[in-house]
């Protein structure tokens, strides 16, 4: 089974792709290269990244030989977040992959623990849609589409976020609790995650 990856970093503020400030970890890392460091301890095939045309890309750091990383420029990124997506399913579409993780790059706590219980849920369930985390009765990125999705994500739009998905009765998903809420927070980041979870999820019922 093979599961792809995309790393949406198009949306990353000036100062998260400089480096600059609090966006550094003790050491120099910084909080995006951390995060996709994580990311590649996974086996996601081909993981791609999304960045803008002016990302001077010095945060990303040196891919190792047996990486499968690889950098996509989107051109369309100022027009959202669906934009983006976009273009990193375009990237990975020739490879039909069984599966794809999202992550966003205003996370940079994600550990490689939380996506790999996505991945085996998945491979343990080949016949879900999606496998998502949730806490506090919220769905957070990362998250796992299977292709069964991959044309419907293909055709969202600003105007209506991946929550859509997860309360679609036409697909099958599971949700994985977490309690680690550190996890899905954006150390301060100047880009609010508030709006990447209004984008992303909406507080569930059950």
Known sequence: MKVAGIYLAASRSKEAVTGSGSQRQPGGVTLGAATLSELERCGL???IVVVRADD???WIPPASSRSSRRTETC??????LSFSLRCGLNAI???Q???V???HADQPFIPAALVNRLTDAFEQ???LDYVASINEGVVNPPVLFAKSVFPELQALDSDRGLS?????PGYKGMMLQSDSERDFTDAELPVSFGEIRREWSVPRDN
Do not use: C, E, R
């Open 45 to 47: 095939d081909p993981l």
């Open 56 to 58: 001077p890309l010095k």
């Open 75 to 80: 051109l369309t990124a100022h027009l959202g």
């Open 93 to 95: 579409s020739s490879l």
């Open 97 to 99: 992959p069984d599966a």
């Open 101 to 103: 993780v999202i992550a």
């Open 125 to 127: 369930n080949p016949g």
């Open 164 to 168: 859509a998905i997860f309360h679609s």
